[in-house]
Structure formats: structure tokens, C-alpha cells
């Protein structure tokens, strides 16, 4: 068994025999100067504990636990439990090695670079009173990176940047309860980024107030500066508040962001209008919102009329060739106009000379009328046969 120096040790040996037929429970400790008793129970009375074993924490817990508590390089050796019960007796050994925090040594405890750079850190581990070699491993948020190595290992970074940077740990170990680990910081310093200008109104009415506010990141911590129209410098702060706008703060605002790696900028504008003019304007513009509205309604109106008016014509136009009304001659007026019996009544033939006469269009030249004639004849010449 591997403990750590300054920890407690707890010891259990286990039995099956009832408690009240064990005659002897002892406990001895054996090193290379020899062996010395630690405690004995006689039966189940009390336990004894035997002072001249040299070892301050020792405890005995019923029926076979032995603890020592907060040991060092005195508790290397072998602890016996020898039990005499009425089958026999019955001993058990346990060697206990008492190894100390290895040491680790790394080449910082911080580091500082540039973007850009390389870094390398060498991490060596020395055993305390452990035999053979110890790992050695670099942890970074937890994670392992690169491989364990023996007695010592160096952390290689290539082209560090801002991502690069935290705290690196360097763990040296040899059983799982002996190890011990430090941390480096790895600071990577970058000039500023593209900042983040927000002007929280870029339009204002004269009078009111308006905020604007610069950020960006760099390592080391940039310093800010905010130009108004690229002449005059408002502030050397992240953040600018005008309380009471007026026409001549309406422009360009340039934030600038700087530090000793380099610097970087953004503009953004601001515009002021007269509260009156403003008002106007949103009047104006509700308007005409209202008015588009109103006549997107009405062509929306007169579409759907059209469509539902096309719909009922071919509707009845079906239904009517699908059942048509016979219509007789009697009312037909177009059959009763081609009535060749009443064709030849006097009174159709005086109106239609009449009114051919009237008209003064009627002649012997004119086609209709020859065409006419032509006609008569025929019926004077059909009523003669008959």
C-alpha cells in the first residue's frame, strides 16, 4: 500500500468467527530494526494500546481496524494482525510505503508573449522517497495535451494567439495517490480587434439625449478615443453621452481603440432632426400607408368580382348547353320575320315599300332592291301554280 505523507491510513482486517469465541486480536508493526507491538484485545474487553511502539497516531477500531493518522517516513513497514480463535491462528500482513510529494519545477509561473510566437516551457518531476521514475504531464482547462513523459517534459506552442492564452498545468506522478502539479500562465499578447461603436439613436430629435459606446478586445486592455467629423476629440473614454442634441452634433463619430501592439477603428453617424419635421414626416408616412392600403383593398375588390362573375357566366353556360328550352314558332320572332306564307301579305309588302321610299334609298339600281323584286316574283309565279 502507497500513501501520502501527512495522510491518514486506515487498515481492516475482516473475521467470520463470533466475536465471543476469539481468544487474542494483535497487532504488530515490523520494519528493518525490527518488530514492535502496536495493540492487543484480550477477548472483548478494552483495547490496549502499547505506547513504546514510537508511532503518536494510532487507533484501533472494533473487532479488526487498525488507522494511523497523519503519517510520514516512521509508518514504512509491515503491519500484522494475528487472530487466536478456538480452530486456530490466523495472521495477515499489509506493507504500507509512506512516499512523499514529488517536486515539480517549471520554467515560469507566468509567461508573456506576443502574438505571433512561440512558446516553450520545460517541466521536470523528482520522486520523494519514491522508487523508480515519475510522469510527467501537461493539462491545459483539464484536457491533456501532448504526451506523458518520464522525469520531465516541455510544453511546445507554435504561432500563439488569443486563444492560446490561460493556465497551463504541469503534473507529476507516480502511483495514483502520489502526485503533485503547478500551473504557468500564458499571457498572449494582440493589438485591438475591429471595435463594436453603438450609437443607440442614430436618429435624434433636437433637444433629446443620445448614448454612444466603444469595444474591443486586446490584451493589454485598449484605451479608447471618440473624434466627432474627424476634427474635434469628445472623449477618451468607451462610452460618450451628449445630454441636450443640438444641430451641430449631428456627423461622423469615430471610435478609435489602441494599445502598444497597434490600433483600430469604426465610424458610425448620427443624424438630428427638428421635433416639428419629424412629426410631419410620420404624419405623412402613416398617410400613405393608409392610402396603399386602401387601394390594395379595392383592386383586391375588384379582382375577386371579375373572378367570381367570369365563374357564374361559364356556370350558366354550361347549364344551359347541358339543357337546352325547345322554342316554338309561335315565339320566335325571327321565325315569324322568315314566314314565307306572310311574306306575301299586302300590308308587309306596302310597309316595306314605304318605308324603302321614305328613306330614299331604295331604287331600281339597288341591289336589295332588285334583290327584292326578284323575290315577289317568285311568289306571284308560285301562287299562279297553285
Not at 334609298?361 to 297553285?386: F, K, V
Request: hydrophobic letters at 35%; glycine letters at 6%; one cysteine or more.
Amino acid at each position: 500500500m502507497v500513501v501520502v505523507n501527512g495522510s491518514d491510513v486506515i487498515i481492516a482486517w475482516t473475521f467470520d468467527d463470533p466475536i465471543s469465541t476469539v481468544f487474542v486480536r494483535h497487532w504488530k508493526f515490523r520494519t528493518s530494526n525490527g518488530t514492535k507491538n502496536l495493540a492487543y484485545i484480550f477477548r472483548n474487553q478494552n483495547t490496549t494500546i502499547v505506547a513504546r511502539s514510537r508511532l503518536p497516531g494510532v487507533e484501533i477500531i472494533k473487532p479488526g481496524m487498525l488507522v494511523l493518522k497523519n503519517v510520514d517516513f516512521r509508518y514504512n513497514g509491515t503491519y500484522r494482525f494475528y487472530l487466536l480463535t478456538p480452530s486456530g491462528s490466523f495472521t495477515s500482513d499489509v506493507t504500507v510505503f509512506v512516499a512523499g510529494k514529488p517536486t515539480v519545477s517549471v520554467c515560469s509561473s507566468a509567461i508573456v508573449v506576443n502574438g505571433g510566437e512561440n512558446v516553450t516551457c520545460l517541466c521536470r518531476g523528482q520522486g520523494v522517497n519514491i522508487p523508480g521514475l515519475v510522469n510527467v504531464t501537461w493539462f491545459k482547462d483539464g484536457a491533456q495535451i501532448g504526451k506523458t513523459e518520464s522525469q520531465q517534459n516541455e510544453l511546445i506552442l507554435n504561432y500563439v494567439n488569443e486563444r492560446n492564452s490561460g493556465n497551463y498545468t504541469c503534473r507529476v506522478q507516480k502511483y495514483v495517490e502520489v502526485q503533485n502539479e503547478t500551473s504557468v500562465e500564458l499571457i498572449v499578447e494582440y493589438p485591438p480587434e475591429k471595435p463594436k461603436f453603438r450609437i443607440f439613436s442614430r436618429t435624434v430629435e433636437l433637444g433629446k439625449s443620445v448614448a454612444m459606446i466603444c469595444t474591443a478586445k486586446a490584451v493589454p486592455e485598449p484605451r479608447y478615443i471618440i473624434v466627432h467629423n474627424n476634427i474635434e476629440t469628445i472623449s477618451n473614454d468607451r462610452m460618450f453621452i451628449i445630454d441636450v442634441v443640438n444641430k451641430s452634433h449631428a456627423g461622423s463619430y469615430q471610435c478609435i481603440a489602441e494599445n502598444k501592439h497597434g490600433s483600430s477603428s469604426k465610424i458610425d453617424n448620427l443624424t438630428v432632426v427638428d421635433s416639428e419635421i419629424n412629426q410631419s414626416f410620420k404624419d405623412d408616412f402613416g398617410k400613405v400607408w393608409i392610402v396603399v392600403f386602401s387601394v390594395s383593398g379595392f383592386v383586391v375588390g375588384v379582382l375577386f368580382s371579375h373572378i367570381l362573375a367570369c365563374f357564374l357566366r361559364r356556370f350558366r353556360s354550361r347549364k344551359s348547353q347541358s339543357n337546352p328550352e325547345l322554342q316554338t314558332p309561335e315565339d320566335n320572332t325571327n321565325y315569324q320575320n322568315l314566314d314565307i306564307t306572310k311574306m306575301n301579305a299586302p300590308e308587309n309588302c306596302e310597309s316595306l315599300t314605304m318605308n324603302v321610299v321614305s328613306n330614299g334609298e331604295g331604287s331600281e339600281n339597288d341591289p336589295t332592291y332588285a334583290q327584292l323584286n326578284t323575290i315577289r316574283n317568285d311568289e306571284n309565279n308560285y301562287q299562279a301554280l297553285t
